[in-house]
């Protein structure tokens, strides 16, 4: 610090630092400012004991006075001050003697002007930060529209994708009708069939001709009712037919496989018990075109795939209705609807749980 350069000399030039200082702090980010700066923020002329201290703080910030001799103008700062601020070669010499050169008493009309003119300069980088805040407001109103049109986007996918739901509820009731008819259509071509072949044998015996319904196979007495005992003595009955529900034994005993893998088990497990017992066994899956469908012929048992459109079930209960009525049906299932439909039609029903434990002794 000069000794000779009194700190009232160098008044504009702190100021004009502390005013510089004051917008800087309102900035975002702030602009850092010397320490011991912030307790004269807010005067607009400072007092005379402070002249010093803040002095010092420029002079300590080497930053700071960097920023100040850019930004610091003749029409803002006097003579001295620019001096002291830019520091050209030579200035202290040539600061001391503008110093001493001033007319002691200052022309306060050119003090206020030039107060005037630090305030301008204060309000301009205001300015400069408004204009920034405004950039910033138009981002904000921009990512704003932004949502707003995903918000719209999601909601017309929303109306499309419920559009599209109505569409596969309609779709279902259509193959349902279709899956109706198609079986109708099925039951209906085994009765003529049934009728031909009645006509090419010899007169039935009148035994024969009192029999409209299928008689069930009965149960020894002592077995339990629901027991593999019972499952065993049906499934080896003289003459019977059995009829598997594919994917109800093969979804119950496989169920971590493929659907390829677990038709493969199920078929399996049917040839195993036609291989002990020389039973006629007959395994119906869903759907002629699933992957695998077609396979090479089974040796000891028949393996069909239901009509496209024609579930499983409704294939079981055709082949329990063609079967000559003279002749036992056993069906392996645990489907309750299929239960129902084939006792009702005098075919016993083995578990699908009964059949697997059988099947894996």
Same mark, same amino acid.
């Given at each position: 610090?000069a000794?000779?350069?009194?700190?009232?000399?160098?008044?504009?030039?702190?100021?004009?630092?502390?005013?510089?200082?004051?917008?800087?702090?309102?900035?975002?980010?702030?602009?850092?400012?010397?320490?011991?700066?912030?307790?004269?923020?807010?005067?607009?002329k400072?007092?005379?004991?402070?002249?010093?201290? %803040?002095?010092?703080?420029?002079? $300590?910030?080497?930053?700071?006075?960097?920023?100040?001799?850019?930004?610091?103008?003749?029409?803002?700062?006097?003579?001295?001050?620019?001096?002291?601020?830019?520091?050209?070669?030579?200035?202290?010499?040539?600061a001391?003697?503008?110093?001493?050169?001033?007319?002691?008493?200052?022309?306060?009309?050119g003090?206020?002007?030039r107060?005037?003119?630090?305030?301008?300069?204060?309000?301009?980088?205001?300015?400069?930060s408004?204009?920034?805040?405004?950039?910033?407001?138009?981002?904000?109103?921009?990512?704003?529209?932004?949502?707003?049109t995903?918000?719209?986007?999601?909601?017309?996918?929303?109306?499309?994708?419920?559009?599209?739901?109505?569409?596969?509820?309609?779709?279902?009731?259509?193959?349902?009708? %279709?899956?109706?008819?198609?079986?109708?259509?099925?039951?209906?071509?085994?009765?003529?069939?049934?009728?031909?072949?009645?006509?090419?044998?010899?007169?039935?015996?009148?035994?024969?001709?009192?029999r409209?319904?299928?008689?069930?196979?009965?149960?020894?007495?002592?077995?339990?009712?629901?027991?593999?005992?019972?499952g065993?003595?049906?499934?080896?009955?003289?003459?019977?037919?059995?009829?598997?529900?594919?994917?109800?034994?093969?979804?119950? $005993?496989?169920?971590?496989?493929?659907?390829?893998?677990?038709?493969?088990?199920?078929?399996?497990?049917?040839?195993?018990?036609?291989?002990?017992? =020389?039973?006629?066994?007959h395994?119906?899956?869903?759907?002629?075109?699933?992957? =695998?469908?077609?396979?090479a012929k089974?040796?000891?048992?028949?393996?069909?795939?239901?009509?496209? *459109?024609?579930?499983?079930?409704?294939?079981?209960?055709a082949?329990?209705?063609?079967?000559? %009525?003279?002749?036992p049906?056993?069906?392996?299932?645990?489907?309750?609807?299929?239960?129902?439909d084939?006792?009702?039609? *005098?075919?016993?029903?083995?578990?699908?749980?009964t059949?697997?434990?059988?099947?894996?002794?």
């Amino acid at each position: 610090m000069a000794a000779d350069l009194t700190d009232e000399s160098l008044r504009s030039a702190l100021e004009f630092a502390v005013a510089i200082a004051a917008v800087g702090v309102k900035l975002r980010p702030p602009m850092p400012v010397p320490s011991g700066f912030k307790p004269y923020l807010r005067f607009q002329k400072l007092p005379s004991a402070a002249l010093t201290t %803040l002095r010092a703080a420029v002079e $300590g910030d080497a930053m700071f006075l960097h920023r100040l001799s850019v930004v610091a103008t003749p029409e803002l700062v006097d003579d001295v001050g620019m001096l002291w601020l830019t520091r050209p070669d030579g200035w202290h010499a040539a600061a001391v003697a503008a110093a001493k050169n001033r007319v002691a008493a200052a022309d306060e009309a050119g003090e206020l002007r030039r107060e005037q003119k630090r305030r301008k300069a204060a309000e301009a980088v205001a300015a400069r930060s408004r204009v920034e805040s405004a950039a910033l407001a138009d981002q904000l109103e921009a990512e704003r529209a932004g949502r707003a049109t995903v918000v719209a986007d999601a909601r017309q996918l929303k109306s499309e994708l419920g559009a599209a739901r109505a569409h596969i509820r309609q779709l279902e009731r259509s193959i349902e009708k %279709l899956t109706k008819a198609l079986n109708a259509a099925a039951m209906a071509a085994h009765e003529p069939a049934s009728k031909a072949r009645k006509s090419a044998t010899a007169e039935p015996t009148p035994s024969a001709r009192t029999r409209h319904h299928r008689k069930p196979i009965a149960v020894p007495g002592g077995l339990p009712g629901n027991s593999e005992a019972v499952g065993e003595h049906m499934l080896r009955f003289p003459g019977v037919t059995v009829l598997v529900d594919g994917y109800n034994v093969a979804k119950l $005993g496989w169920k971590t496989l493929s659907l390829e893998q677990q038709r493969t088990k199920c078929i399996d497990a049917a040839e195993n018990i036609a291989r002990r017992w =020389g039973t006629a066994i007959h395994v119906v899956f869903d759907g002629t075109s699933v992957v =695998g469908a077609v396979s090479a012929k089974r040796r000891l048992i028949r393996v069909s795939y239901s009509p496209e *459109g024609v579930i499983a079930d409704d294939v079981l209960r055709a082949e329990v209705a063609a079967i000559d %009525l003279a002749r036992p049906v056993v069906v392996v299932t645990n489907d309750q609807a299929v239960v129902k439909d084939v006792r009702a039609a *005098g075919a016993n029903v083995v578990s699908s749980d009964t059949f697997l434990a059988l099947a894996r002794r």
